[in-house]
């Protein structure tokens, strides 16, 4: 199959195809008699494998890292290699879920401050309470209301 096809079929750029032949992930393929790049169902596989694993967060350095395992060889020290880097990621995951957890933790906070502290009856849909006497540019006061929740809202952990 072209290198269209290949690309279509693992959801990937033509050019990302190149890059990813450049860089060592996927095979140099054969050619054509007129110089066509040629791929086979193999390639398919082991692209949609990249791909899937970027999607999972990996880096493109840590999937070439898991590559001999994809590829058959499992040696104690390939075995030992991916499975520190299985760990890295699996560390690296739950640190993030907490960072998630905690920005959301602080946007719930946020929303019940919000909620305790509606905006005055005077504002208007058209936030011409916002413009200063005499018109002109609005008052800075988004800051100042967040200045006002961050207050109210009190310190966070």
Same mark, same amino acid.
């Given at each position: 199959?072209?290198?269209?096809?290949? +690309?279509?079929?693992?959801?990937?750029?033509?050019? +990302?195809?190149?890059?990813?032949?450049?860089?060592?992930?996927?095979?140099?393929?054969?050619?054509?008699?007129?110089?066509?790049?040629?791929?086979?169902?193999?390639?398919?596989?082991?692209?949609? !494998?990249?791909?899937?694993?970027?999607?999972?967060?990996?880096?493109?350095?840590?999937?070439?890292?898991?590559?001999?395992?994809?590829?058959?060889?499992?040696?104690?020290?390939?075995?030992?290699?991916?499975?520190?880097?299985?760990? =890295?990621?699996?560390?690296?995951?739950?640190?993030?879920?907490?960072?998630?957890?905690? !920005?959301?933790?602080?946007?719930?906070?946020?929303?019940?401050?919000?909620?305790? =502290?509606?905006?005055?009856?005077?504002?208007?849909?058209?936030?011409?309470?916002?413009?200063?006497?005499?018109?002109?540019?609005?008052?800075?006061?988004?800051?100042?209301?967040?200045?006002?929740?961050?207050?109210?809202?009190?310190?966070?952990?």
């Amino acid at each position: 199959m072209r290198i269209s096809e290949l +690309a279509g079929r693992a959801g990937v750029s033509t050019s +990302a195809v190149r890059y990813y032949e450049r860089i060592g992930l996927l095979p140099a393929p054969t050619r054509t008699d007129n110089g066509y790049r040629d791929y086979n169902d193999t390639s398919v596989v082991r692209l949609v !494998f990249v791909t899937q694993g970027k999607r999972i967060g990996l880096t493109l350095e840590q999937i070439i890292d898991l590559l001999p395992i994809w590829d058959g060889v499992n040696c104690p020290e390939t075995h030992d290699q991916i499975s520190r880097l299985v760990e =890295s990621k699996r560390v690296e995951v739950l640190e993030r879920m907490q960072e998630l957890q905690a !920005f959301a933790d602080q946007l719930a906070h946020v929303r019940d401050a919000l909620r305790q =502290s509606p905006p005055p009856a005077s504002c208007q849909p058209d936030m011409s309470c916002c413009m200063p006497v005499g018109g002109g540019r609005p008052a800075p006061t988004p800051v100042a209301y967040l200045s006002n929740l961050q207050r109210i809202a009190g310190p966070q952990s």
